[in-house]
């Protein structure tokens, strides 16, 4: 309705707090709607319904009465298509949404568990990546897997090198799938997965790693992937796969990945002032 004043009342109108706080929050949710879709297969959708409203207006402005009808009636579904078509989007969305805005009390101010299980982790992807054995492991975050493992082989054990080189053995029966890793524990094995419906992956990625972009993609849950092709070492956050890495490349993006904004921010701030420290005595020995 602001928009809709005349001019000098609108900017009269524009000055008051309240509208500022409203203009504001429209801004913000534009951007982030915006800053979520870009670079994914929502942009080429969302332009295509922009497409669609551009020709709608030229119906209307143009009185095409024929074309306007069809696209009037259309316009009656397009809410259930907006959801159908971005339903992996919207989800993310809400998952961000929570993890940004859960209550302070309830946010962990720790890892999610020690360092010592990393190295398990990672020791585990290493020696299977020497002898190319694929494997896919998912470490449950914030947003629980209980689908998805209610759907593969229940173990409820200790996370250990050996069990997960055991599970992943070709010869054992619960090697095909993936393992889903809950705090310290090995919840389940043998779990499937969704995969990805990203058109713009490599066509080298194979249903693995395909399957680990899209458990990512519907949560917040990390994966490690070891090719059984070439046996180089992935690591999968939101979507965003990162391939050919070490030991140490992988425990340090696990240990990123896993570990709370309030450690995060003291390691930042403890590196930052490292930085600044070493620059103070390189320009005093220069």
């Avoid at 890892?111 to 998912?138: H, N, P, R, W």
């Avoid at 493992?149 to 070709?170: C, H, M, Q, R, W």
């Avoid at 490349?249 to 309030?262: G, M, Q, T, W, Y």
Wanted: hydrophobic share 50%; net charge positive.
């Amino acid at each position: 309705m602001l928009l809709l004043l005349p001019y000098t009342e609108y900017l009269g109108r524009l000055s008051e707090p309240r509208n500022l706080v409203d203009i504001a929050l429209v801004f913000f949710v534009v951007y982030a709607v915006l800053k979520l879709v870009r670079g994914t297969r929502a942009a080429p959708m969302a332009a295509g319904i922009a497409a669609f409203a551009l020709l709608y207006w030229l119906a209307v402005n143009q009185e095409l009465a024929t074309l306007a009808f069809v696209l009037r009636g259309a316009l009656l579904y397009i809410g259930v298509a907006i959801i159908v078509l971005f339903q992996s989007e919207i989800r993310q969305a809400l998952i961000s949404f929570g993890n940004r805005f859960r209550l302070p009390f309830t946010r962990k101010h720790r890892g999610q568990f020690g360092e010592g299980v990393y190295d398990e982790i990672v020791l585990s992807a290493t020696t299977l990546a020497s002898t190319k054995t694929g494997a896919l492991i998912v470490i449950e975050r914030g947003v629980g897997l209980k689908n998805v493992i209610d759907g593969g082989v229940k173990l409820d054990a200790e996370l250990s090198y050996d069990l997960v080189v055991t599970i992943f053995n070709p010869t054992t029966p619960l090697h095909d799938g993936a393992v889903i890793v809950r705090r310290h524990r090995i919840a389940a094995a043998a779990c499937f997965l969704p995969l990805t419906l990203n058109p713009r992956l490599s066509k080298d990625l194979g249903t693995r790693h395909r399957a680990a972009i899209g458990i990512t993609e519907d949560t917040d849950a990390v994966a490690v992937v070891v090719s059984e092709e070439t046996g180089l070492i992935s690591f999968v956050q939101g979507g965003q796969i990162r391939r050919a890495l070490d030991a140490t490349k992988l425990r340090s993006l696990i240990f990123h990945a896993l570990e709370s904004p309030a450690g995060a921010a003291r390691r930042d701030k403890e590196r930052k002032r490292a930085e600044t420290e070493a620059e103070a005595e390189e320009a005093i020995t220069t």
